[in-house]
C-alpha cells in the first residue's frame, strides 16, 4: 500500500540555520504530496504543496520540490527561527475514489534563539 | 471565514465506557474526514464523508466505532466501549469537495482511555 517515510526527530537547530526534513513516499500512480505543520496546541495546516513531477511548492520560506525520480519531497528553509518550532508532516494524496491524506509520522523540529 | 470546531478538546474515560466528539467542518465544505493520530505517528484516515454518505470508511473498527454525519453538515464520532489502545487525538478535516485536495483540520480531540 501507499506510505511516506520521513527522517526521525526530533530536530534541534539554532536561529538561522539550515533545515531540511527529508521525506519519502511509495505509492502506485501520480499522488500529489504535501507538507502540514502542527503548532503546539494547534491543528494541522498546509504548508505547501506539489500537484506533479518537478513542481516546487513554497510558503514561508520553506521549498520543498517533488522528485518522481528518487520519490522524494524534502522539505528546505534556509534559515529558520524560533517560531518555526513545530511538528512537520509530509503526506501524499492519489485522489481517484477518494481523496485521503497517507501521513508519514511527522518531524518535531525545535529552534533555539 | 470560521475555521473546523471540535468538542470536547479533551477527554479521559475508562475502559469500556463510551464517548462522543463533535465536528462543525467549516460552512459550505462537502466533504468531512475523521482521521485518529496515535502519538508518535501521522494521522490515519477512519471515515470519510461527502455530503451525509460515507465514501472510505475501511480503516474505521466497524466493532466498536461508529461515525454519522445526519444533515451533510457536523458529525459524530462515537467510541463504544473504549480500549486502552483508542488513546489518540482524533482529529476533523474538511474540504469544499471531493476534487479538493487541500483539507482544513480542526485543533483536535485529545482522548485519554484509562
Known amino acids: 500500500g501507499d506510505s511516506v517515510t520521513q527522517m526521525e526527530g526530533p530536530v534541534t537547530l539554532s536561529e538561522e540555520a539550515f533545515l531540511t526534513i527529508n521525506c519519502t513516499y511509495t505509492a502506485t500512480g501520480y499522488p500529489s504530496l504535501f507538507w502540514y505543520v502542527q503548532y503546539p496546541g494547534e491543528g494541522l495546516q498546509l504548508l505547501l504543496k506539489?500537484?506533479?513531477?518537478?513542481d516546487k511548492g513554497s510558503n514561508k520560506g520553506f521549498e520543498a520540490t517533488y522528485r518522481k525520480e528518487t520519490t522524494s519531497f524534502h522539505l528546505e528553509k534556509g534559515s529558520v527561527q524560533v517560531s518555526d518550532s513545530a511538528v512537520y508532516f509530509c503526506?501524499?494524496?492519489?485522489?481517484?475514489?477518494?481523496?485521503?491524506?497517507?501521513f508519514g509520522k511527522g518531524t518535531l523540529l525545535t529552534v533555539n534563539p | 471565514e470560521a475555521g473546523v470546531a471540535q468538542s470536547p478538546r479533551y477527554k479521559i474515560i475508562e475502559k469500556r465506557q463510551s464517548v462522543a466528539f463533535w465536528c462543525n467542518p467549516i460552512s459550505g465544505h462537502a466533504t468531512l474526514y475523521w482521521y485518529q493520530q496515535i502519538l508518535g505517528q501521522g494521522p490515519k484516515l477512519l471515515i470519510q464523508f461527502q455530503n451525509n454518505g460515507v465514501v472510505d470508511d475501511s480503516q474505521l473498527p466497524k466493532d466498536r466505532f461508529s461515525a454519522e454525519r445526519l444533515k451533510g453538515v457536523d458529525s459524530t464520532l462515537k467510541i463504544q466501549p473504549a480500549k486502552l489502545e483508542d488513546s489518540a487525538v482524533y482529529l476533523c478535516?474538511?474540504?469544499?469537495?471531493?476534487?479538493?485536495?487541500?483539507?482544513?483540520f480542526g485543533p483536535g480531540t485529545r482522548l485519554t482511555v484509562t
Open positions: 506539489a500537484t506533479k513531477a518537478d
Open positions: 478535516a474538511s474540504s469544499s469537495d471531493r476534487g479538493s485536495l487541500e483539507q482544513y
Open positions: 503526506a501524499l494524496n492519489k485522489g481517484g475514489s477518494n481523496y485521503k491524506l497517507t
